[in-house]
């Protein structure tokens, strides 16, 4: 199991780093003031703001009740002060990271000694908040089975609307040095209630359960709801502040996790320990944990094309190749066929080569697809025929040796491919006129290969169809990663997203090759498909349309329908298609079958547009 609470280095270490490089500066003569005064109790380690004025300091006896234990994962436990003080900015509970399995229980009065530090998930270079911790413990029981401390409800009137303060422009962008206001901002509510004994009610789940046994709820019911349940993300000041990852302390093989689904209710008393982690950040880590109420959730099926219509879709099938169970290419080939009614064009993103994360060199994918097409066609679908061009090995980004790239298939029955001295890696297609019309100089071509905003990522991969005697020029897309963005948890508000640039300029060059279609045809029908790995409000969708170029078609949805993706309990757009003016009219449909399942064939959701060209 994925540990909850990962360390890279030893905790002296990490925090002599923290103070070489100011995240704890100037702790020692707060922690040196308070040396001479009163017992130290955990609202003082604590302190109002994100770091501990003891950090890097050694404390004594340390009172508190233990209100959890973890004994996998950073092991360790939290005790609660009982007894809080009147500053609603200061917790009362703080994590005891004990490297081993601790000894202590729940209940248990103890004092502890040891050093305060501030641990940072995922490492200083991570942009995440830190977590006030006490290790290298040494541990006294004073007494045993005593009561815990109240559980501090967190519902929809305790958090507040706002989700974080805007950091100090004189600490990069850190919130880590402004006081706490808990009744103002969401993420300064949660941290002031870090390590605490936390409980939530009947809350409804956002984020289906995953891999790692986590699953996310919102405890706002009413907060930019989906049509289905979930809650969206539709612009960057829309963070869901009701948002809360929950885990379990039982360890998996004494307690299942429970499998839920977005929409799904988590009903009664979820209570335990308020911690910090990298994968997520704010999760209440349950020592006691509701029950699963199912709702009614089914995967959607979008309409057939009309005889006149041509349907274009985009499914990403997240490193698909011949190693993985036949089941996972049934199930892949059941959704193409009875969820997106076998559409006429299908753009595949994360088709690997034939051996998968294999790395000896391997580059072609046709065994990938021959297996694919055939479970398609024993699902009942056409016999699809295929366009792709091999990427050269190890260029393209994805999983190490598995070559992901992208592949047109087309149904020969409905629609033509328009063959035009195919492309190779390396070679750049071009647009050059023909009969007073656009074409492509290679088709299938990849756009713009020796384009730096290239580099480790999936080149565009363009072709030319007929459907109905009418050219349509498809461009199948997988741009870069957000991989290096800071969550929407980070030390820095407004996060940092470096992933940004690199997909601006992946935009530009596609909006540059569509603007060079158009300018020969102004009325050309033109799509460009796939991965965008943005969302529809961002610079990258804004330099994909630029001129007019293009328009993102998800955003003809109704808002609480515009999500093709669900990421820490907020469902949102990552996969798109986008249609040039001369397609005036057509149908879109965001066909959510997978990102809001527990159990999935991928982790996107397929996107379909349907038009008369």
């Known amino acids: 199991m994925r540990s909850s609470h990962p360390r890279s280095a030893a905790v002296a270490a990490l925090v002599a780093t923290a103070l070489a490089t100011g995240l704890l500066a100037g702790t020692a003569e707060a922690a040196e003031g308070a040396a001479s005064a009163d017992p130290i109790r955990i609202h003082d380690i604590q302190g109002t703001t994100r770091t501990s004025p003891f950090a890097g300091k050694q404390v004594a006896d340390v009172a508190g009740i233990v209100t959890g234990v973890r004994t996998y994962g950073s092991r360790g436990f939290w005790i609660q002060d009982p007894d809080a003080d009147d500053d609603a900015a200061t917790s009362e509970g703080v994590f005891v990271f004990t490297s081993s399995a601790p000894t202590v229980a729940v209940g248990d009065a103890v004092k502890v000694s040891g050093l305060v530090g501030e641990y940072i998930p995922g490492g200083l270079t991570s942009g995440n908040q830190s977590v006030t911790q006490i290790s290298k413990p040494v541990v006294t029981v004073v007494s045993s089975g005593n009561a815990l401390p109240e559980a501090t409800a967190v519902n929809e009137y305790s958090v507040p609307s706002e989700y974080a303060p805007a950091g100090d422009p004189a600490a990069a962008g850190s919130i880590n040095g402004l006081t706490l206001e808990p009744s103002r901002y969401a993420l300064d509510y949660y941290e002031s209630l870090e390590g605490m004994n936390v409980k939530i009610g009947t809350s409804r789940v956002v984020g289906a359960t995953d891999p790692y046994a986590e699953l996310w709820v919102t405890v706002k019911g009413w907060e930019n709801n989906t049509k289905r349940g979930g809650t969206l993300y539709g612009s960057y000041d829309s963070q869901n502040t009701g948002r809360l990852q929950i885990q379990q302390l039982a360890p998996l093989a004494q307690q299942p996790f429970p499998v839920a689904n977005v929409g799904d209710k988590l009903v009664g008393a979820t209570e335990g320990p308020l911690d910090f982690n990298q994968f997520g950040g704010y999760t209440l880590v349950a020592r006691t944990l509701g029950t699963v109420k199912a709702g009614t959730l089914a995967p959607e099926k979008t309409k057939a094309q009309a005889a006149n219509e041509l349907a274009v879709a985009t499914y990403n099938v997240e490193n698909l190749d011949p190693t993985d169970p036949q089941e996972k290419f049934d199930n892949l080939a059941k959704a193409v066929v009875e969820n997106l009614s076998s559409p006429d064009i299908l753009a595949l993103e994360e088709i690997q080569d034939d051996n998968g994360a294999k790395n000896d060199g391997t580059v072609s994918a046709e065994a990938t697809l021959t297996k694919f097409t055939a479970a398609i066609a024993a699902a009942g679908g056409p016999a699809y025929q295929w366009r792709t061009i091999n990427p050269e090995d190890k260029k393209d980004g994805g ?215």
């Open 399 to 613: 999983e190490p040796g598995g070559n992901i790239r992208q592949v047109f298939l087309f149904n020969p029955a409905r629609v033509s491919f328009t063959e035009r001295a195919p492309g190779d890696a390396v070679t750049a297609t071009g647009v050059t006129t023909e009969n007073g019309k656009a074409a492509l100089t290679h088709s299938p071509g990849r756009i713009d290969p020796a384009n730096p905003a290239w580099v480790d990522s999936r080149k565009p991969l363009a072709g030319e169809f007929v459907f109905g005697g009418k050219t349509v020029f498809v461009i199948a897309n997988h741009f870069g990663s957000k991989g290096g963005d800071e969550g929407l948890t980070s030390v820095h508000q407004p996060p940092v997203r470096s992933s940004e640039a690199k997909r601006l300029l992946q935009a530009q060059a596609v909006n540059s090759f569509v603007k060079n279609i158009l300018a020969v045809d102004k009325k050309a029908s033109v799509l460009a498909v796939g991965d965008i790995n943005d969302f529809e409000f961002s610079g990258t969708t804004q330099a994909l349309e630029d001129g007019g170029a293009l328009y993102s078609a998800v955003k003809s949805l109704p808002k609480a329908e515009r999500y093709s993706y669900v990421y820490q309990g907020n469902a949102q757009v990552l996969d798109q298609i986008l249609t040039s003016p001369g397609i005036k009219q057509f149908s879109y449909d965001s066909v959510h079958i997978n990102a809001e399942f527990a159990n999935q064939n991928s982790d996107h959701d397929p996107q379909v547009v349907r038009f008369r060209p």
